[in-house]
């Protein structure tokens, strides 16, 4: 379903896609497909597309998502040679294409993105098998102006002590435990960021990612901030 949030409609598709409009028609994708969340989607009315990292990068949803004119910002690392899936490497694709590290800035249309990192701290507790899933290098997240409002997605990274000083109106929570920040970490950060409104995102796609999130939108509620859930099955 489409969530309204001061001007921009918003949408959950499934994994971590994201899809946000602003009143003036701009279109901006958060890291769209995988596990066939965009199965039978072919909107490709996307000005800007935002990818974070590999376990993100899906060149055919991009393709279903992206406007022949669109600019695909895809952080440094997403490499196709060292992904494990049949995808074409980012250079390759019909579109305009922009690198970042972890710290870049740019404008594409009405948008500024930022790129930030995003990281397991090897000596916290989202580890598989005692080895982070996401070192520092491996991917980023993103803080977005568009419409006068901010958007913060912080991509599959633990809590980080950046991430406090953003200035944040909508807040893409990432809940899904495990290799990422947890839901109770998600709301304390929530509770950091105080944002107009937060919605989270990438949970119960896969086993991997299952959580609670009633229990994360109780909590986030209990402290005084807007919460809202989408269904991804409800386009």
Sequence with gaps: MTIKHDGLDVSWLGYATVRIESPDGFVVYFDPGRYGVLDDYYARDGDLILVTHNHHYDS???????????????????DAATIDRDVVPVEDLPYGTVRVDEEAHLTVGEVDVWSLPAFNDPDGPHLRDGDVVHPQGFGCGFHISIADRTVFWPGDSDVLEGHKHLEVSLFLANIGGSVVMDRREAADLAETLDPDLVLPIHYDTIPLLETDPDAFVVDVANRGIPVVLDDPDQV
């Design 60 to 78: 055919d949803a991009i393709e279903q998502v992206a406007d022949a004119d669109a600019t695909v910002v895809a952080f440094e690392g997403v």
